[in-house]
């Protein structure tokens, strides 16, 4: 039975899969993304994007399943 | 900057969901269509553009409420064209691709799962069922016992053994996770030993309302590996079932 504190628990798993998502996943437009660095770390290889972790999944080992919206 | 790719059946009631709706730094949405494909748009300054967390937050936010009215293919965050007409051509000259790529996420939802191990207990696991191979470790540690690279050689074999009996349990884990989800037809990618704790990283693409079933199933999974750790997350928009890069 999953509860209510197990979905607070792994909030922080949610919000890394929306970045790694939202930067890494969806449709290329290739020669034409342009992007700033802010507090994550940013590689450009030409004109395409190639985006490290925010941070590694290793430390997501204590984390549990989270109910879909 | 675009957003999405749309298919629009009808343009002027998609104009009219649209006017309700605000990009990610509170600009109007608009539309530039080819037939019934349109992507969705907001005028920004590349600029100000800045790829940290809450910008990606708001951006995932946008995406969220187009995927509630329309079927989309999310742009990756930072996708600039110069004018209407350029994305007019660009749409244009990748119609098959968007065209093709909308059918399949049609009426579907994609959700992630991890899975990760405590690498103690999943050994103690594999040694309790492989018996026979530590045996064969055993004999095959006999035959070399002369050799002055005894020690060496011994501990690369056990080692390598461990690697060949956790790969062959993470294939079992996955054979199971497919066979479940086949009567879910469900599309899948998968990739294993993505970190020595990440085991399997994988997303699914599956019809919308099979969400219920998609959690009983992995959480009937889950009960038979007591030592893995399940991530189930979603649903999300189709980003990792995207499969073209447009030009």
Known sequence: ?69 | MIYAILSVQKPPEANALLEGLTGMSGEPLQMVSVNDISAVLGDMNKADLVADKTNAIRFAGVIDQLAMHFTLLPMRYGSFMQSDDTIAAMLERNYDGFQQNLHKVENRHEFGLKIFCDSEIIMEELRARSRADERNIIHAETEIKKSIYADYVNQKLKLHRLEEMLLSYVDSVIAEIIQSLSKLNANNKIRKMVTPSNIIDAVFLLEKNKKTELVQTIEAIQSKYPGLKFVLTGPWPPYNFVDFAVT
Do not use: C, F
């Not at chain 1, 209510?4 to 449709?27: F, H």
């Not at chain 1, 342009?34 to 994550?40: E, F, G, H, L, T």
């Open chain 1, 1 to 69: 039975m999953m509860h209510d504190n197990v979905i607070d628990r792994s909030k922080d798993i949610t919000i890394l899969e929306l970045l790694d998502r939202v930067l890494n996943k969806g449709v290329i437009l290739t020669g034409d993304i342009v992007i700033s660095v802010a507090d994550i770390d940013l590689v450009y290889l030409g004109v395409k994007l190639m985006l490290s972790s925010v941070e590694t999944m290793e430390q997501l080992k204590s984390g549990n399943k989270i109910i879909p919206k």
